[in-house]
């Protein structure tokens, strides 16, 4: 007992001297079990395997940038944040309920958001400006909730705004699995069978001259839809 205070003590004290140094172990940590989680253990429960992983092999992951995904399932920004480097996500303040989402708000840059609430949409919104100004690139899911079916919902504008004001890359993400996965289905949390993720982003886009943000949020949206149909193809999600 003893040796192990001696070993743990001296963490313990830089610690509580260094709360900055506490902040990066601690984010390491989880950025560690995300990728832990959602890159080997699930697959290797045989929950799911990852079929494609493609186009972000000449991502810079120094530069900031806006990733806008579709969001089928709660599992969507964790598998997303285990491929993309120095990057912080937009979650529903509903989320910070559950205690994990609660750490990674503190300890990985989320950012959460309640859209029916003009005070906290503001801070949330100077939070984005903040990260991407310090070099942060930022994951949004711009139909703001879980689609309940293979249909993209209406794209809000926040993420295409932020691209238009910062002058910031924007890339359209797709993550589909063929079958549901954590998604607004209550029989979705258990899989009966392995699922099969593909994950791709689908290359750069900026918005056009005067090109209002919400013309440019549905340019990006008729683009990612156009790619989920092809996918969504001889599974439970075609419509």
């Given amino acids: 007992m003893l ?4 070993i743990i003590l001296p963490f313990f004290l830089l610690f509580s001297f260094s709360a900055s140094l506490k902040h990066r172990i601690l984010r390491n940590v989880f950025h560690g079990y995300v990728y832990f989680l959602t890159r080997h253990l699930l697959p290797l429960l045989q929950v799911y395997s990852i079929v494609e992983i493609s186009g972000f092999e000449n991502l810079n992951p ?15 920004a964790l ?13 529903k303040s509903t989320y910070t309920r559950f205690p994990i989402y609660s750490a990674f708000v503190k300890y990985l840059d989320f950012i959460s958001i309640n859209s029916e ?6 801070a949330a919104l100077s939070k984005c400006r903040e990260l991407i100004a310090n070099g942060k690139s930022l994951l949004v899911f711009p139909e703001g909730t879980r689609a309940s079916s293979g249909r993209l919902l209406p794209f809000k504008e926040l993420a295409f705004r932020l691209a238009s004001d910062m002058d910031v ?57 156009q790619a989920l149909k092809i996918l969504d193809k001889d599974t439970m999600w075609e419509i």
């Fill in 3 to 6: 040796g192990f205070i001696v």
């Fill in 169 to 225: 890359t924007l890339f359209p993400v797709i993550v589909h699995s063929d079958y549901p996965f954590m998604t607004k289905d209550p029989g979705s949390i258990f899989p009966k069978k392995k699922l099969s993720y593909t994950v791709r982003c689908l290359g750069p886009m900026d918005p056009e001259k005067n090109e209002a943000p919400e013309d440019f949020a549905f340019r990006v949206r008729g683009i990612m839809a």
């Fill in 62 to 76: 120094k530069k900031a940038s806006l990733y806008v995904a579709n969001h089928r399932g709660r599992f969507d």
């Fill in 117 to 122: 609430s003009p005070r906290t949409l503001a």
């Fill in 79 to 91: 598998l997303l944040l285990s491929i993309l480097k120095n990057t912080c996500a937009l979650i």
